[in-house]
């Protein structure tokens, strides 16, 4: 008998102080297992992985276990939106549908590691990227931070790692149209006790620093705003952390405006290290990997970010709109001109390194022509898992299900028999194979009663 992949309870759904037990058995969809074993450890590279050398050499054509974490990265960022509450019915509106041991229970039946636990969530006001009604009242779920524990998963990433997970918004059309496109300093100083060191000239997207730094007194969940959550975590991590034997790393993923949030907080999150007085600490290195990631701030903001070390390596699909804004006019790619207009309040520059997938060379996704097709992550990892190199054509590695594509989507080609927006429904028949696969396996039907037949 098959066993159900999918089996998401459409009733009551646990968050922070609300948890339901899973029924014994049941299965839910995070990933197929159907993962191929690589060539290599993690751990004899993880240093290059993570950029210390700006990934020389591991790009064209791209290293499979660079591949494989970046992926990794990105399936931390997509149980953002798995796991997010979109429900206006629903009394968790807004909030995680799980506790964050419930969370990191499903972080190990991903593709994120075996052994990450979840340690904070992370709220914010969305309001000005258009979430309204309830959010603008509560504030919404829009990430989490995570830690390595196990030993053994340890030995084999070669370090230590804390995540910070950010979530984009349920629609990037909405943010686009409410973009302030007006540069904003950063704040130099949060409190008393945490402290970074801007610079005055760096500048940031208005709309996105609103939403890292704003508070509500009248929220439960936005008293405290994005960034002091993080910044707050972080410091308590590194502080429990800085004396082991271990090495350490910080790294940042997010897809959309979760790739704008990733790269502002890891900014703040390395220069409040650098000013640690602990050398391990100041040396721990940062990094970004984010998935259609808008241009967050100006050409000093870019300069600065390399300047202290904060590696950012950004996936781009060819045809996604939303990596060309804000900045449509004035930005990094017009050279000396850009750099002439930098002073310009609309001049805005990429921050780091750019893979440029392509979507249309999967011979597995139908002909598109819908800018939020090319925009989802669920094809971001799709399009990168087939990725080899500029110029070269599609292979996949089998690092993903093609059959995620469709979770939220009708994409894939028909002859793969997977069903269309498959998540969260209950089942609807997505089933797991014994070699790990998921296929469309429909139910036989009950036969009816004798009295009805």
């Known amino acids: 008998m098959a066993m159900p992949l999918l089996a998401i309870s459409e009733g009551k759904e646990d968050c922070e102080d609300h948890v339901s037990a899973s029924r014994e058995g049941e299965r839910k969809i995070m990933s197929s297992s159907r993962v191929p074993q690589l060539e290599g450890v993690v751990g004899d590279m993880w240093r290059d992985i993570q950029g210390a050398k700006h990934w020389k050499g591991l790009l064209d054509p791209i290293h499979p276990l660079l591949k494989a974490e970046v992926m990794r990265y990105g399936d931390f960022a997509q149980q953002c939106y798995d796991w997010f509450d979109n429900s206006q019915s629903s009394k968790y509106y807004t909030n995680c549908k799980r506790s964050k041991s419930s969370l990191t229970h499903r972080l190990r039946l991903g593709q994120c590691g075996g052994s990450y636990q979840v340690t904070k969530y992370i709220y914010a006001n969305t309001r000005v990227f258009g979430e309204e009604d ?13 830690v390595c524990k196990d030993a053994e998963e340890i030995r084999k990433l070669g370090r230590r790692d804390i995540v910070v997970a950010w979530r984009g918004t349920e629609t990037p059309q909405e943010w686009i149209q ?11 100083r949060l409190s008393h006790n945490i402290q970074t060191n801007s610079r005055p000239n760096v500048r940031i997207e208005k709309g996105f620093m609103s939403c890292y730094t704003s508070i509500d007194e009248d929220s439960v969940r936005c008293r405290a705003s994005a960034r002091e959550i993080v910044m707050a975590e972080i410091t308590r991590l590194l502080e429990e952390h800085k004396d082991e034997e271990n090495d350490l790393s910080i790294t940042f993923t997010g897809h959309s405006l979760g790739g704008a949030l990733a790269t502002i907080s890891a900014y703040d999150i390395k220069q409040m ?6 050398e391990n600490t100041r040396n721990v290195p940062v990094t970004v990997f984010s998935f259609a990631s808008p241009r967050v701030g100006n050409m000093w903001f ?8 904060v590696k950012v390596l950004r996936v781009v699909n060819r045809n996604d709109l939303v990596p060309n804004v804000p900045g449509v006019f004035v930005n990094e790619n017009m050279g000396r001109l850009a750099k002439i207009l930098c002073w310009l309040p609309w001049t805005y520059f990429h921050v780091g390194v750019q893979i440029t997938v392509d979507s249309n060379r999967s011979p597995l996704l139908k002909e ?6 090319f925009h989802s992550l669920e094809v971001y990892l799709h399009s990168l898992d087939g990725f080899q190199g500029n110029n070269r054509p599609f292979k996949s590695l089998g690092l993903r299900d093609p059959a995620m594509v469709n979770k939220s989507s009708d994409l894939l080609i028909e002859d793969l028999q997977v069903p269309s927006h498959w998540w969260p429904r209950r089942n609807k028949e997505i089933v797991k194979r014994i070699d790990g696969a998921l296929v469309y396996s429909p139910a036989t039907p009950t036969p009816p009663p004798p009295f009805l037949a």
């Open 273 to 278: 290290c650098m000013l640690s007085d602990n």
């Open 178 to 188: 409410n973009l302030r496109d007006i540069l904003v300093p950063i704040p130099g």
């Open 134 to 146: 309830k959010m603008t009242e509560m504030g919404a779920w829009i990430g989490f931070i995570a």
């Open 368 to 373: 598109t022509h819908n800018p939020a097709d």
């Open 302 to 309: 870019a300069q600065h970010m390399e300047e202290i070390g």
